[in-house]
């Protein structure tokens, strides 16, 4: 095996690690593969003898280049307080999937927490990812931002407290997640508004892309009544929905006739249902390779 071809197995066992790092900065799988193809192209350009740690060097690469992203979106948003929802990681329950691997992932990417990541400033959102979610030391975050490693922490902590303040925390049991979505489903086919409002959380909030690439803002419903009346409204296309997991949380992909319509993902906390995302812009649902 001759370097190259070493440093290409390397660099393989190491993707999964650095996609993973580039979705929670980025909300996006295209740009976040994107990011790990640019990361390899600089590591194929290096001087790997003078790399001390090749994982930490690679972990800065796709950070850096995922932090020039961010600002390169915020610079071109014209509204700093519009949120696009993620890009959503939909898998097929199976029987014999191992219960923990959900649950680790829905906790760490739900898309109601990447909706919250997305209001962060760039540097803030690339301090907590790293450190909060990776265990990145301050010391080695700091000069990707241009900060001492104080302020670094500093950046973290005014994430963190943003983040548990606005992104709810979901119930760790998928089967008790998956109980509260059938309830919410059956009483949105049956029109049972009482029901609706029984398992939606008070302040919960509904977010869509608005079915169109030419949707600009995700709209938003906020608060058991104003949800549960929108549900009655698309509750008939419910019988068409089928139970998939979204970033491991319990959630739902509606189609008809080989063609999906939406995909659903749900925020479950305290038994009740805190957000609903919906992606229904068939450009992105096409994107995501969705079978029905």
């Known amino acids: 095996m001759d370097g190259t071809t070493g440093l290409a197995a390397r660099f393989e066992r190491e993707r999964p690690r650095l996609r993973a790092v580039a979705y929670r900065l980025l909300g996006s799988l295209t740009e976040a593969e994107d990011a790990v193809q640019e990361t390899w192209l600089r590591l194929a350009r290096a001087d790997v003898d003078t790399i001390d740690n090749l994982d930490a060097w690679l972990t800065t690469v796709v950070a850096r280049i995922s932090l020039n992203t961010l600002r390169s979106r915020a610079a071109r948003r014209e509204d700093p307080l519009d949120v696009r929802l993620p890009d959503p990681v939909v898998e097929t329950p199976r029987p014999d999937a191992d219960p923990a691997h959900a649950v680790v992932l829905a906790d760490a990417v739900g898309l109601a927490l990447l909706v919250v990541l997305d209001t962060l400033n760039p540097t803030e959102r690339l301090a907590f990812v790293l450190h909060d979610m990776f265990g990145v030391p301050f010391d080695e975050i700091g000069p990707l931002v241009d900060r001492s490693p104080t302020a670094a922490?500093?950046?973290?902590?005014?994430?963190?407290?943003?983040?548990?303040?606005?992104?709810?925390?979901?119930?760790?049991?998928?089967?008790?997640?998956?109980?509260?979505?059938?309830?919410?489903?059956?009483?949105?086919?049956?029109?049972?508004?009482?029901?609706?409002?029984?398992?939606?959380?008070?302040?919960?909030?509904?977010?869509?892309?608005?079915?169109?690439?030419?949707?600009?803002?995700?709209?938003?419903?906020?608060?058991?009544?104003?949800?549960?009346?929108?549900?009655?409204?698309?509750?008939?296309?419910?019988?068409?929905?089928?139970?998939?997991?979204?970033?491991?949380?319990?959630?739902?992909?509606?189609?008809?006739?080989?063609?999906?319509?939406?995909v659903m993902a749900f925020t479950v906390t305290g038994g009740r249902i805190a957000a609903v995302d919906v992606i229904a812009d068939p450009h992105r649902l096409a994107a995501l390779g969705l079978a029905d």
Request: positive net charge.
């Open 153 to 262: 922490r500093q950046l973290a902590s005014r994430a963190r407290r943003r983040v548990r303040g606005r992104a709810p925390a979901p119930d760790p049991d998928l089967a008790r997640q998956r109980a509260v979505v059938d309830a919410f489903l059956t009483a949105a086919r049956e029109g049972d508004f009482e029901a609706l409002i029984a398992v939606l959380h008070p302040d919960v909030v509904l977010r869509s892309d608005g079915g169109t690439a030419r949707a600009r803002h995700t709209t938003a419903l906020t608060g058991a009544t104003e949800v549960a009346a929108q549900a009655t409204t698309f509750g008939r296309l419910f019988p068409y929905a089928r139970p998939v997991l979204v970033n491991g949380a319990a959630g739902v992909l509606v189609s008809a006739g080989g063609r999906p319509l939406s």
